[in-house]
């Protein structure tokens, strides 16, 4: 059965390790026959979230800006990609700002499988772990959510960096096995 995938890139180095990753599982999702589209954070404007509340009446956030269509793609999507680069252990403010900007409609992004993809320049997997415990309270929030998967792309300070590693094939069966 096909699937809508939306995987979100939230790298602001354009070609960087976590989106080349992105476009790894990406790949393989497409050529598994489901229709998957990435969307870059960094092309966004995402403003961040005032805290003003006014969404909790009304389901939508007063600020006009690029996310409501990013949280219309989510809402209608059957998988969604989480991906980021690790800095001082913990997901990009990209990542960050756009999760707390989906506040208004956190409710509706329901019954999703969700997949991580993880870069650091540091070489160890333990390293990533507090961007995980992170990553998952966020599922927690979101009705029925799933982590189904995790590509993690230790070692990757510099762009291209991914290139040789194993995280490279990971992402793209990952992608193909949605």
Known sequence: MSKKVVILSSSPRKGGNSETLCDRFLAGAVEAGHQAEKIVLAEKKINYCTGCYDCRSTGQCVQK???????????????????????????????????????????????????????????????????????????????????????????????????TTPAMQQAYEMGKAV
């Not at 913990?90 to 509706?108: E, F, H, P, S, W």
């Not at 998952?136 to 762009?159: D, M």
Request: glycine content about 12%.
């Open 65 to 163: 800006d690029d996310m409501a269509p990013i949280l219309d793609s989510m809402e209608a999507a059957d998988v969604i990609v989480l991906a980021t680069p690790v800095y001082f252990y913990n997901m990009c403010g990209q990542l960050k700002t756009m999760i707390d900007r989906g506040v208004a409609r956190y409710r509706k992004i329901a019954d999703k499988e969700f997949y991580f993809i993880l870069t650091s320049g540091n070489g160890k997997k333990a390293a990533l772990e507090p961007v995980l415990v992170g990553l998952r309270a966020v599922l927690s929030c979101y009705p029925g959510a799933k982590q189904k998967g995790v590509v993690y792309g230790t070692g990757t300070g510099a762009i291209g960096d991914v290139l």
